[in-house]
């Protein structure tokens, strides 16, 4: 009996010390998981795979929800969202999500997408706005808005590393008064000039910026002979038409048409040649192919006002001289289509109520595009108004998609794994 009785104490000794080294190395790596991210956000919702054809409770194909920020966490309580843009730090790869609210420009450390991390906020240089916008250049945010006196914010995005404390309020580093308000913000990244396009000035035509020093812009001009414009791509063109290889080339979506300018000689912008198609509603913005051989146009009202489902409308830009309506796609739901961006052989379109839709675009020279895959942020409905997926940012090379949402905030996606 001693014998057992000193068995039976010692296995329960035994299992003592198993049941505390085990609490000791979950405690130990719940803390090394904290101390990863010292000030997690809350409320934010964790991987969830598209699985029949919804990620949690949103629809999606072949893109699963990695994490979301409600604007209550990146904004504040009753605050809209609208544009967004990434960028990656050259010397420590993190990435970063930039979301413009109705307020300011928000910051987020998307290193660990799963556990997104406000960094800090640029507050809005005047008033609240619905529309903001912003674009990168040389490690530098340029953030336009449609406030009175707003002017171009210039905020030196090296300054997030050395944040220990996040989030901070931050202020901006350089400020261009050359215009007050603005719709939105073009940038070539390959000559170092921003266009500010809806603008008071040049009839709201694009207003030149010289930013190849981001802390001096300095203007350098503008183009008013195609009045407003609402959006443009500027290109230093590479493209079929060598009449015009190496010159930087700007497609504005102006309301009423498609204008394309040489803007090579600042002093001296000559328009090459204008564009319409059929059912104008508004033309809002487009987007080259990579060869730079079609451009892919949204126009925002054109599914209020004739009915009918997504249009895009692609252009054949072989001859610049001589642009040609190539033909319509036509999208699965009749929401409207606000920003795209071309990605390889995809076009990520943000289409409001509908979210962003992935499509192929590898036969457009054939007259054919397709819907491969989805993230629906606006599950309520497909409805022809203006909510939902605002813009989205695909050029991160770790393959993180942001959305950004007026009424629901920032949504990271990514493309889900082959089987």
Same mark, same amino acid.
């Given at each position: 009996?001693?014998?057992?009785? $000193?068995?039976?104490?010692?296995?329960? $000794?035994?299992?003592?010390?198993?049941?505390?080294?085990?609490?000791?190395?979950?405690?130990?790596?719940?803390?090394?998981?904290?101390?990863?991210?010292?000030?997690? &956000?809350?409320?934010?919702?964790?991987?969830?795979?598209?699985?029949?054809?919804?990620?949690?409770?949103?629809?999606?194909?072949?893109?699963?929800?990695?994490?979301?920020?409600?604007?209550?966490?990146? *904004?504040?309580?009753?605050? &809209?969202?609208?544009?967004? !843009?990434? !960028?990656?730090?050259?010397?420590?790869?993190?990435?970063?999500?930039?979301?413009?609210?109705?307020?300011?420009?928000?910051?987020?450390?998307?290193?660990?997408?799963?556990?997104?991390?406000?960094?800090?906020?640029?507050? =809005?240089?005047?008033?609240?706005?619905? !529309?903001?916008?912003?674009?990168?250049?040389?490690?530098?945010?340029?953030?336009?808005?449609?406030?009175?006196?707003?002017?171009?914010?210039?905020?030196?995005?090296?300054?997030?590393?050395?944040?220990?404390?996040?989030?901070? =309020?931050?202020?901006?580093?350089?400020?261009?008064?050359?215009?007050?308000?603005?719709?939105?913000?073009?940038?070539?990244?390959?000559?170092?000039?921003?266009?500010?396009?809806?603008? *008071?000035?040049?009839?709201?035509?694009?207003?030149?910026?010289?930013?190849? @020093?981001?802390?001096?812009?300095?203007?350098?001009?503008?183009?008013?002979?195609?009045?407003?414009?609402?959006?443009?791509?500027?290109?230093?063109?590479?493209?079929?038409?060598?009449?015009?290889?190496?010159?930087?080339?700007?497609?504005?979506?102006?309301?009423?048409?498609?204008?394309?300018?040489?803007?090579?000689?600042?002093?001296?912008?000559?328009?090459? $040649?204008?564009?319409?198609?059929?059912? +104008?509603?508004?033309?809002?913005?487009? !987007?080259?192919?990579?060869?730079?051989?079609?451009?892919?146009?949204?126009? &925002?009202?054109?599914?209020?006002?004739?009915?009918?489902?997504?249009?895009? +409308?692609?252009?054949?830009?072989?001859?610049?001289?001589?642009?040609?309506?190539?033909?319509?796609?036509?999208?699965? =739901?009749?929401?409207?289509?606000? @920003?795209?961006?071309?990605?390889?052989?995809?076009?990520?379109?943000?289409?409001?109520? $509908?979210?962003?839709?992935?499509?192929?675009?590898?036969?457009?020279?054939?007259?054919?595009?397709?819907?491969?895959?989805?993230?629906?942020?606006?599950?309520?409905?497909?409805?022809?108004?203006?909510?939902?997926?605002? @813009?989205?940012?695909?050029?991160?090379?770790?393959?993180?998609?942001?959305?950004?949402?007026?009424?629901?905030?920032?949504?990271?996606?990514?493309?889900?794994? &082959?089987?």
């Amino acid at each position: 009996m001693l014998e057992l009785r $000193a068995y039976f104490i010692t296995d329960i $000794a035994l299992m003592k010390n198993t049941v505390f080294l085990i609490a000791s190395l979950l405690l130990f790596f719940s803390c090394e998981k904290s101390s990863d991210n010292p000030n997690p &956000e809350p409320n934010t919702e964790i991987l969830a795979p598209c699985e029949n054809g919804f990620a949690g409770s949103y629809p999606c194909n072949d893109y699963d929800l990695v994490a979301h920020l409600d604007l209550s966490m990146l *904004s504040g309580a009753g605050i &809209e969202g609208n544009d967004s !843009w990434g !960028w990656t730090d050259p010397s420590t790869q993190t990435e970063y999500a930039l979301m413009c609210t109705q307020s300011e420009t928000v910051f987020i450390d998307i290193s660990d997408p799963i556990n997104p991390l406000v960094i800090g906020r640029l507050p =809005t240089h005047t008033t609240n706005s619905s !529309w903001r916008d912003v674009k990168v250049y040389q490690n530098h945010a340029f953030v336009v808005s449609e406030a009175l006196n707003h002017g171009m914010q210039v905020f030196d995005l090296t300054r997030l590393r050395s944040v220990t404390n996040p989030p901070v =309020t931050f202020t901006e580093d350089a400020h261009y008064n050359g215009f007050g308000n603005a719709h939105n913000i073009v940038i070539n990244e390959s000559t170092g000039f921003a266009y500010a396009v809806g603008t *008071s000035t040049f009839s709201g035509g694009p207003h030149f910026v010289d930013i190849r @020093n981001p802390l001096n812009p300095t203007a350098a001009g503008g183009y008013a002979n195609s009045s407003y414009s609402h959006d443009a791509q500027v290109v230093t063109y590479n493209g079929p038409d060598t009449d015009y290889t190496n010159r930087e080339i700007l497609i504005g979506s102006n309301r009423n048409q498609v204008v394309i300018v040489d803007v090579t000689d600042k002093s001296n912008p000559t328009q090459i $040649a204008t564009v319409n198609y059929s059912n +104008i509603g508004y033309t809002h913005q487009g !987007w080259f192919t990579e060869d730079m051989r079609f451009f892919i146009l949204g126009d &925002e009202i054109d599914e209020r006002n004739f009915g009918g489902n997504t249009r895009s +409308i692609v252009f054949d830009f072989e001859d610049l001289d001589n642009p040609q309506l190539h033909f319509n796609y036509s999208g699965p =739901t009749g929401a409207i289509d606000h @920003n795209g961006y071309v990605k390889d052989n995809l076009f990520f379109l943000a289409n409001y109520t $509908a979210g962003i839709r992935i499509i192929d675009i590898s036969n457009i020279a054939n007259g054919t595009m397709t819907e491969v895959g989805y993230f629906d942020t606006h599950p309520s409905n497909n409805s022809a108004s203006f909510n939902g997926a605002w @813009n989205v940012y695909p050029y991160f090379e770790s393959g993180n998609i942001i959305i950004s949402d007026i009424n629901s905030g920032l949504f990271i996606i990514q493309k889900s794994p &082959e089987n």
